[in-house]
């Protein structure tokens, strides 16, 4: 397996269940990285988890079923998980959803209340539980994953696209915290935002097979981006949005 900058590296990865989620537990351990898994769903966290651990024999891969909705459940989490490795290097956000309306004026209310508690609430508590670790780390990154629709939000998306921006504001502001933390010398750890339109994996494809899917990030390629982040130096991530898609 690797021996880059992720090999030995501790890297938690919340949301790890979906098809991101599996994506990027199979490419960071094949990279080196002690990776655990978090997911409020244990049947679809464990396979996941084995199919990590499958592909890539003799890496550690493990999960917790965690409430991320819940601040002192996501900190036992994170003193977890750096009690049993001796330190935590990473957090990867692919906490997920979408919910849309046809028209502005049909936008309902119940709309954003679920996704402030899945896009923003979980972005609170995973960063407010894991900063003070990775800023520990010699190599500590906080790995948002937004939409570009939080830059140029459609009336039809108006709780999802806010909901991303509330994410991207609050992550910046973490990366402000690594800012000054660094003092003179810079930081050493990173808060960073992958941005993509949207996300296509296999099952996606073989549901609608005519589609094109233009602009779409497929999930592998999400994950790579992921790995590509410890081989860029703290200061020149920190604080900065990362396009996998065109700007809109």
């Not at 003799?58 to 003193?79: C, H, K």
């Not at 140029?152 to 108006?158: L, Q, V």
Request: no cysteine; charged share 25%.
């Amino acid at each position: 397996m690797g021996n880059g900058a992720l090999d030995g590296a501790v890297i938690a990865v919340a949301g790890a269940g979906g098809p991101a989620g599996r994506a990027a537990l199979l490419r960071l351990a094949e990279a080196g990285a002690v990776v655990v898994g978090s997911d409020n769903e244990p049947e679809r966290l464990a396979e996941a988890v084995d199919a990590a651990r499958y592909a890539h024999g003799g890496a550690t891969v493990t999960g917790d079923t965690v409430d991320l909705l819940d601040l002192d459940s996501t900190r036992e989490w994170a003193a977890r998980t750096e009690k049993e490795f001796g330190r935590v290097d990473g957090l990867v956000h692919l906490v997920g959803g979408w919910r849309g309306s046809e028209t502005f004026t049909k936008t309902r209310v119940d709309d954003w209340d679920l996704l402030e508690l899945l896009l923003v609430r979980t972005v609170l508590h995973t960063s407010l539980a894991f900063h003070e670790g990775l800023q520990r780390s010699d190599r500590g990154r906080y790995v948002l994953i937004s939409a570009a629709g939080a830059s140029k939000p459609t009336a039809g998306n108006a709780a999802y696209a806010a909901a991303k921006a509330a994410a991207e504001a609050w992550t910046l502001a973490m990366g402000d915290y690594f800012r000054k933390a660094g003092g003179e010398q810079g930081p050493t750890s990173a808060a960073v935002i992958l941005v993509v339109k949207a996300l296509v994996h296999d099952a996606m494809r073989a549901e609608r097979p005519n589609a094109k899917f233009a602009g779409f990030t497929d999930v592998r390629d999400l994950a790579e981006a992921i790995v590509g982040v410890w081989d860029k130096p703290a200061a020149e991530l920190n604080g900065n949005r990362l396009w996998l898609t065109e700007k809109p």
